[in-house]
């Protein structure tokens, strides 16, 4: 048996980078990177921290309604000129935003349906905390921004959802561990409230399919369509979880407000140093556990770059899903020439959303091939691989063979952009409907939906094993134990044992930013690059 050093360089920006990396791919500027342009620069008056302490890594507050407008709905209202408020209202054709108030907060969220009065179609959360409800940071200002072009292409309906907040506040300060594995209730958070209401408006309309939601996000807005998915699990089909799954107490890797080791009001009063000052020892798991589900398993594609700070996250939360019977895909990317990798979605994400859930039936082998042909043509003709896919997927598709409109794209056509690290994914139900156990399984601790949980599950969670040997537990560490020979990719790793350039910060270890950088809002952060050298021991 032989241990490999390998280094991996991450920018760890804090919650924050969150935002930035979504931002990160093609969309970039346009997209996103203005997303929470509104948001205020800190601390403005009342709504602040009391003490001022800048340690409030997400909690720049985003641009308040002043004067408060005239009308304040109490459930979602769609919006006008009495009732925008701090809202910014789409006007465009098929684009509608509501607003609602609630707990004394302006809310809003904006749908986009491609067709709307003809047909109902499923529905596609967007989660975008740090868009501060702009319009641009739900990248659906604009008939061409990723998700709205998508929405048209494949035929669903996209809702994009937000908060004045810059971060999510997730449920029961944060606690979640076996006696409450789910916290899905109004008690537990403003924004399960939000979600509700949300729910309520779908289920009332005859535009929206309420029973065919799927939920997306990248980083901590992963985190939340995981937390909406499993709390509104009757309405909810899948998950799409970029750049994040799950974290677990005492495990690496730690998120970067530091969740599962601390509550949320432990880390906002102490910020990194809430571990030592004041760790949660209730905590277990972050952000929902997956209960086991008797009616239905929940499909989680779950993307992750080997290089992304957050990688392993994805693997605990992929080990859940299978304890529990449910239909986890895990799509595992490498940096490869021209794609950096690191904390980000992968290139022609809603593609690769749209393929991996099966939101559509599946293109045809025939497609597939006359897909090829178009790319390969493309790139003969001097495009690179990204800008000839974008144009076959979006422009030409309709001309190709055997290319229904609106298919969902298979592996081998996404593969085309880029590869996965066939070793570290899990692509069997790639695209297809849910597949899992309807019987409980025998780890299972929990049932979906039930109050009454198995306070004595003796069991310890899957992996809990690997804490004992590891002070600073690898990442990944157990998918790398079940495949003996190393990944592809592992030479390139290995090449790497050479320090890379940013080696004096190697003592630093994987956790999170300092809270200077944390601080402030997340915009002023994200320029600041803490680089961090991660250790990870390949065993073979
Ligand atoms: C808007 O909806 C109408 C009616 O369903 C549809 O015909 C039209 O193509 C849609 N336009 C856009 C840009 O979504
Ligand atoms: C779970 O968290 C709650 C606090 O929300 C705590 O009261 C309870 O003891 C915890 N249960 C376990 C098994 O840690």
Known sequence: MKTYLVFVTCCVIGFSTFAHADVCSSECEDEFIYGAANCAEEGSDEDENEEGDDDEAGSAACAAADPPPDEQPSVPTECTMANAGRCECSSETNFTTYTWWLQGQQRCFTTYHPNIGAQILPVLFLMQCYACDTLSGLGMNRLNAAPVEAARRYGFAAVGLSTQDSDWTFANDGVVNRSIPQACGDEYSKDYVYLRHIMEFLEASTDFDHTQIYTSGFSQNSMFAAYAAFCFESNVVGIWQAGSGMVVRGKEPNSPQLEAECSSSSHKAHGTDCRDIQPCTACEYWPIYPCHSTTKPMIDCLMMYTNDFLSGTDDHMYDYLITEGHDARLLKFEPAENIAGGHSAPQQQYDWLVGCLGITAACTQECETSFGD???????????????????????????????????????????????????????????????????????????????????????????????????????????????????????????????????????????????????????????????????????
């Not at 043509?377 to 001309?399: E, H, M, N, P, Y």
């Not at 290319?403 to 139900?429: D, Q, R, Y």
């Not at 299972?444 to 040997?469: F, L, R, W």
């Open 374 to 540: 178009c790319v390969t043509r493309k790139q003969a003709s001097g495009l690179d691989v990204q800008r000839a896919f974008s144009q076959c997927i979006q422009t030409d598709f309709s001309t190709l063979t055997g290319c229904e409109s609106g298919c969902s794209p298979t592996l081998p056509m996404l593969e085309i952009s880029e590869v996965l690290v066939a070793s570290m994914s899990h692509t069997e139900n790639f695209g297809g409907s849910a597949e899992g156990s309807e019987a409980q399984p025998d780890g299972s601790i929990c049932i979906v939906g039930s109050t009454q949980y198995d306070d004595q599950a003796a069991s310890p969670p899957p992996g809990a094993e690997n804490d004992v040997e590891a002070t600073s537990p690898p990442p990944g560490a157990e998918n790398d134990v079940e495949a003996p020979s190393p990944p592809p990719g592992a030479d390139n790793d290995a090449e790497a044992t050479s320090p890379p350039p940013n080696a004096e910060n190697e003592e630093q270890d994987i956790s999170p930013p300092s809270d200077s950088i944390a601080s402030t809002n997340g915009f002023l952060a994200v320029s600041t690059i803490i680089p961090i050298m991660a250790v990870v021991w390949l065993i073979r």
